[in-house]
């Protein structure tokens, strides 16, 4: 399958009652950009490390703008990083005026049922701040299943200094769930 052939003529991967889900344009950049550094932990807020414009817009990444079916506002984006790769990671974020709205529930089961009918991967994946009890609940909602801790401390980081580490920076430890086909 060739990576365009994930869209209609109109660029959009499918639509639920209340949203589009459409390729993200690059007129919506400025967005993006705005909500990848108030979702990214502050210690990777640097161009470096928030995942590139340009990524987003590779066919290498399925990124697709939420939009509400009535008015195109947007609302955020989700997207499945490493789409042609046997293991994608899915992702959504979305503005926090939309937050606790029930976007995620309406839009995460189309959009991994779409992708799983189109792709032939093993499974996606997603992580999940370990704070983010909200998504974590969701996650299991829609048939995501917890296989384990992980956290984004050094290699040889002293075990006797983890609890305190959780405590003053709870971004470095998140969930990883898989969602199987």
């Known amino acids: 399958m060739k990576f365009d052939d994930l869209f209609d003529a109109n660029d959009i ?6 949203y589009i889900l459409r ?35 590779s ?7 939420i939009l509400q079916r009535d008015t195109e506002t947007f609302c955020g984006f989700c997207q499945l990083q490493w789409v042609f790769s046997t293991t994608p990671e899915l992702g959504i974020d979305l503005l926090s005026e939309y937050h606790h709205t029930g976007i995620a529930a ?6 991994l049922s779409h992708a799983k009918n189109l792709l032939k991967n093993e499974y996606f ?16 909602k829609i048939g995501g299943i917890c296989i384990g801790e992980k ?26 769930y898989h969602f199987i086909k």
């Not at 401390?153 to 990883?176: H, Q, T, W």
Request: net charge negative; proline share 7%.
């Open 13 to 18: 991967f499918l639509t639920t009652e209340h």
């Open 23 to 57: 390729r993200i344009l690059p007129r919506e950049k400025e967005k993006y950009e705005t909500l990848a550094q108030a979702e990214s932990p502050a210690f990777l807020q640097t161009a470096e490390n928030v995942l590139a414009w340009e990524d987003l817009l």
């Open 59 to 65: 066919e290498d990444h399925l990124t697709c703008s």
């Open 106 to 111: 309406e839009v995460l089961p189309p959009f």
């Open 125 to 140: 994946y997603s992580k999940i701040k370990k704070n983010n009890i909200s998504s974590q609940k969701l996650a299991e």
């Open 151 to 176: 956290s984004l401390l050094p290699a040889g980081f002293p075990k006797e200094m983890v609890s305190f580490a959780e405590k003053e920076f709870p971004d470095f430890f998140y969930l990883e």
